[in-house]
């Protein structure tokens, strides 16, 4: 309930969403501080484990607390990454507002009451902003760098750098995210294309407490580049830029040539010009080639229908928010 002036009266009832992959050592520990933290800021919430098809024995760990607690597990047929983690959790949540958060300890549960103040003062979400990337290489922070520059350039929306998934989303917004049909779930992009009353909050990101992280290098690639295929439409400009300044020069270097051969005679060495330019436009053709691969595999990929997760099991949806209390 909102009064006039657009404050939320009374906490909400709070769905905590948790993707989580091969997190067994880890999760034990992660569910009971959760939902401590829960039971300390709101009368009323459920918590969603989505196991994105973990191979070691997380599921396993998290069904017990199914029975004794507000939790609730959905396991996914296979691992379908974080993002589609997410969207199942979403799509099966009922709060009034929702939580995302990891399950490595790496977001603060102590920035949830900060969160739920900004909810309750009327922001639709509340997401937070890493302070800073110490603890991580160059070469990510380079590439993290970057990767916002081009989706800050080529998108009309802002996509706020160092924001990640650990945010706090109002009914609204969650409804929006569901309303949307893409399959491929670029979230960094639909957070920011969606809108509505939001604020970044800082926060230090705390370092893994065990496992490890389940993105290599070839992940963050991928997703930085379907996230940048799926939300600008760069990559073709820039190609096209190129197109059109070599077809200048080429003109231009024809005139010099017409120029030279009928004031200073013929010149017939030459080849090695001849080669570099067949080799460079032959290169600069493949590239183009390959960044409209690039879309059109994004527009196969869409026109498939194939859904973003599949569930293959759940465990402690049969209770109502109200049969177990959440003190
Ligand atoms: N995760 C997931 N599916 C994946 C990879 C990761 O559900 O394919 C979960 C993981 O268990 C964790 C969260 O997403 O709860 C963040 O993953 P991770 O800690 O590996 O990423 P990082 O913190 O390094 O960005
Ligand atoms: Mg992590």
Known sequence: MMNEAGKRQTPPYLSCIVPVFNEGEVITSFIPALVNQL????????????????????????????????????GLSRNFGKEAALTAGIDACEGEAVLLIDADFQH??????????????????????RKDRKGESFLKKKGADSFYRIMGYGTGVN???????????????????KALPERGRFMKGIYAWVGFNSIGVPFDVQERRAGQTGWSYRKLTSLALSGITSFTTVPLRVVGILGLTISVVSVLYAFFIIFTTLFLGTDEAGWPSIVTAITFIGGVQLLSLGVLGEYIAGIFNEVKQRPTYLVDKRFGFEKEHNDIPAH
Do not use: H
């Open 39 to 74: 039971k300390a800021v709101t009368d009323c919430f459920e918590v969603i484990v989505v196991d994105d098809g973990s191979t070691d024995n997380t599921l396993a760990r998290v069904m017990p607390f199914c029975e004794n607690l507000p939790v609730k597990l959905i």
């Open 108 to 129: 603060p549960l102590a920035m949830i009451p900060v969160f739920l103040d900004y909810w309750q003062q009327g922001y639709d979400m509340v997401y937070g902003v």
């Open 159 to 177: 996509v706020p750098a160092n924001a990640g998934d650990f945010r706090l989303m109002s009914r609204n917004v969650v409804n929006a995210l």
